[in-house]
């Protein structure tokens, strides 16, 4: 997956992290024609599986490719008796917030009451990002009675 991975020397996702998470059943590849053409990685945070990044190649945008990726993660979840899905995304890019609440997720304001969310919205404003577009999202995926 070094197509996906950034130097180590960068702020994005490391092929040392991608490792680490595929390690740990917390990342998934979506392949086409055994080409890989989007992942998604995630980390059990403060209770819930945060989901720390998912990307798709702009050739597969719009084909399912991340939804089929979204549902893997939630499914992981669900799996390990987790209550939700969390993470950090633009308010403003049509592909980041709106697309996440149209499968399901919503505001959650209260994460930065969360230790390991508020270190992630810490590491994310050191490292520049204008913090005034972003927000934590929340996707609870309990199963009634269980």
């Not at 390990?80 to 304001?109: C, I, K, S």
């Not at 969360?114 to 204008?130: F, I, K, M, S, Y």
């Amino acid at each position: 997956m070094p197509d996906f991975a950034a130097p180590e020397d960068e702020d994005l996702v490391s092929l040392a992290l991608l490792r680490a998470r595929a390690a740990a059943g917390l990342l998934w590849l979506a392949e086409e024609n055994a080409v890989p053409v989007g992942f998604a990685c995630a980390d059990e945070l403060d209770g819930v599986l945060y989901l720390a990044e998912i990307d798709v190649v702009p050739e597969a945008a719009g084909q399912g490719v991340g939804a089929a990726l979204l549902r893997s993660v939630e499914a992981c979840a669900i799996e390990r008796r987790l209550p939700a899905v969390t993470l950090a995304t633009f308010r403003d890019v049509p592909w980041n917030a709106p697309w996440y609440a149209r499968h399901g997720y919503h505001e959650w304001p209260e994460a930065r009451e969360c230790p390991g969310h508020d270190a992630v919205w810490r590491h994310h404003e050191a490292n520049g990002l204008d913090m005034t577009r972003r927000l934590f999202m929340r996707k609870d995926v309990s199963r009634p009675g269980g």
